[in-house]
């Protein structure tokens, strides 16, 4: 996903799409344009459309919008960020990971981490 992308409802830059936090089945649809993914700041449906321009669904639309998985998230900073403790750690320290802050409750973080260092 291309980063520094800007939402087209709220108009803020994203850093990071981070559609790798989402479940296989759902980056599936996604990529496909079958469905659409949130915003992290407004929560408002994104299309990705071929594979590198971020849009607004067509008015009325019925697609299916996801959210992204707290666990994959923890995964993913434990591969792809390690300098980063946890999930929490990203989210409170890393620029891209602030834009997700409250995207996840502090519980869904905690649980998301602790899942992921005690499987």
């Known amino acids: 996903m291309p980063p520094n992308e800007p939402c087209p409802h709220c ?3 994203i850093r990071d799409w981070h559609n790798e936090w989402y479940e296989a089945p ?3 649809v996604i990529y496909a344009v079958q469905a659409a993914m949130d915003c992290p700041l407004c ?6 459309v071929q594979s590198r321009d971020i ?3 067509p008015s009325g639309h019925q697609l299916p919008v996801y959210q992204r998985s707290a666990t ?3 995964q993913w900073v434990r591969i792809r960020e390690p300098s980063f ?3 929490a750690g990203y989210l409170a320290n890393h620029p891209a990971g602030q834009q997700y802050g409250g995207y996840w409750t502090q519980n869904e973080v905690q649980q998301a981490d602790t899942q992921v260092t005690n499987p």
């Open 72 to 74: 994959i998230a923890a």
């Open 11 to 13: 108009g803020q830059l």
């Open 43 to 48: 929560r408002q449906a994104v299309l990705w």
């Open 55 to 57: 849009a607004a669904p």
């Open 26 to 28: 759902q980056r599936m």
């Open 85 to 87: 403790a946890d999930l």
